[in-house]
C-alpha cells in the first residue's frame, strides 16, 4: 500500500527533475535545521492537565522569520467559523486521487497573486498540504534559494493553516521551487495534531495568509502584498499501520509501557506511559522555562530506530517531533508524533525500535 501511496505522490504537477530537486533539498535542509525552544499549549481541567510541546517537524530551516515557522496551538471551531459558514458558504470539497487529498476550487488571488491549495497528505494526526504561489501575469518571483535549496520567505505575523476541532498542534512550514522553469513556488505546512474523535480526517482546514516576504540581512522586504483566505475540507487515505504495543520500553533511562503505536509513510506516533512525574516547577504565563523545558524534553524523547529491510538503521531524533504530557499520581501519559524528513516506504521496513523494543511491522 504505501509504494502506491509513493507512486501516487509522482503524479503532482511537478517535474521528474524538480522532484529530485525537493527530495535533496528536504534533506539539505534538515541537516542545517535549528532546533527551536518550543512554546506550550496547557489544557487545564480538574487536578490533571495536559501540556503540549511543538519543536519543529524535519526538513525547515529555522532562523528568525526565514524559511520556516515552529508552533503550538490550541484551535477548536470558533464562533466567527461558524458564522464564516453560514454566510460565506462551506469549505471546498476535496477529492482523494491515488491516496492523495486535492482540493477542489481552494484558492485567492489578491493584488495579482494566487495562492492555490494543490494537496495534502497524511495519516489520522499528521498531515501536510502544498499550495503553489504564483503570479497572474507570469512572472516569475524575484527570490533566491538559499544553499540548501530552501526559499527565504515567510508570511506575514499570524498567517497559518488551521483546523477545526484541534485541542493542540505542532508543526513548521518553509518554501520551495519545485520546478524553477515556471512561475509558481510552493509552500508547505506539515503539522501534528491532536483533534477531537482521534482524526483530523473529515474536519475543515481554515488557510489565512497575508504579505508574503523575503527575509535575509536586515528588515524583511515585501515581495507580494495581500491577504489569502480560503478553506476546504481535509480528505485523504489514512495509511497509519498499527504496530504492537504493551511492551516495557526505556525513555531517557526511565520505565515506560508502550501504550499504542503506528506509523505511515509521513510519521510515527506514539503513547506510552512514564513511571515517574515531571518534576514541574512554577513559571511565568508563555514561554516555558528551562527548567520544565528540559523536564519536557526528558520524557518526551524516546529513541527511535528503523530498522530496513536491507539491513541499514535510520536513527530518528524524536525531538524534532510534537508531543505533550499529562501527569498522573505517580505517571506521565505522553504522546508524540514524528514527522520523517522523506516520505517512508513502508515496505523497505522490517521493524521499528522504541525505547529498546523492537517492534516488526505487520
Not at 503553489?132 to 533566491?144: L, M, N, P
Not at 507580494?224 to 485523504?236: L, P, R, S, T, V
Not at 529513541?303 to 506521565?332: Q, Y
Request: net charge negative; with cysteine.
Amino acid at each position: 500500500m504505501s509504494r502506491e501511496y509513493n507512486e501516487a505522490m509522482n503524479d503532482l504537477r511537478f517535474s521528474p527533475e524538480a522532484k529530485k530537486r525537493m527530495a535533496a533539498n528536504l534533506a539539505a535542509a534538515h541537516e542545517q535545521a535549528a532546533r527551536p525552544r518550543p512554546d506550550v499549549y496547557a489544557v487545564r481541567g480538574g487536578k490533571r492537565r495536559w501540556r503540549y510541546a511543538a519543536a519543529v517537524a524535519a526538513a525547515v530551516v529555522l532562523v528568525v522569520g526565514v524559511g520556516g515557522v515552529a508552533s503550538a496551538t490550541g484551535n477548536l471551531m470558533s464562533m466567527a467559523n461558524v458564522f464564516d459558514d453560514l454566510f460565506n458558504g462551506p469549505p471546498a470539497q476535496t477529492e482523494v486521487v491515488d491516496k492523495i487529498g486535492r482540493p477542489i476550487g481552494a484558492s485567492a488571488t489578491s493584488n495579482g497573486v494566487t495562492v492555490t491549495a494543490e494537496a495534502i497528505i497524511g495519516d489520522r494526526t499528521n498531515y501536510a498540504v502544498v499550495f503553489s504561489i504564483a503570479k497572474d501575469d507570469g512572472t516569475a518571483f524575484d527570490v533566491e534559494p538559499l544553499e540548501n535549496g530552501i526559499l527565504p520567505l515567510g508570511f506575514e505575523g499570524h498567517s497559518r493553516v488551521s483546523v477545526d476541532g484541534v485541542m493542540a498542534s505542532g508543526g513548521s512550514s518553509y518554501f520551495y521551487d519545485a520546478d524553477p522553469s515556471d512561475n509558481a513556488i510552493q509552500y508547505v505546512e506539515r503539522t501534528s495534531a491532536t483533534a477531537v474523535g482521534n482524526s483530523i480526517i473529515g474536519h475543515t482546514a481554515r488557510v489565512s495568509l497575508k504579505d508574503l516576504k523575503v527575509h535575509g540581512e536586515g528588515e524583511a522586504r515585501v515581495l507580494a502584498e495581500g491577504e489569502w483566505n480560503m478553506k476546504f475540507a481535509i480528505d485523504y487515505e489514512d495509511t497509519s499501520v498499527d504496530l504492537p504495543a504493551g511492551q516495557t520500553i526505556k525513555v531517557s533511562g526511565m520505565d515506560a509501557t508502550l501504550d499504542s503505536a503506528t506509523v505511515s509513510p509521513i510519521a510515527l506516533t506514539l503513547e506510552y506511559t512514564v513511571h515517574e512525574v515531571l518534576n514541574w516547577e512554577d513559571q511565568q504565563s508563555g514561554r516555558m522555562s528551562d527548567h520544565n523545558q528540559n523536564e519536557m524534553d526528558r520524557f518526551l524523547d524516546p529513541s527511535v530506530t528503523l530498522n530496513m529491510k536491507d539491513g541499514t538503521t535510520v536513527e530518528i531524533d524524536a525531538l524534532r517531533g510534537a508531543g505533550g504530557t499529562r501527569e498522573g499520581a505517580n505517571s506521565t501519559a505522553c504522546n508524540k508524533s514524528i514527522m520523517f524528513d522523506e516520505f517512508l516506504n513502508l515496505d523497505d521496513v522490517a521493524s521499528i525500535t522504541i525505547g529498546g523494543a523492537e517492534l516488526p511491522l505487520p
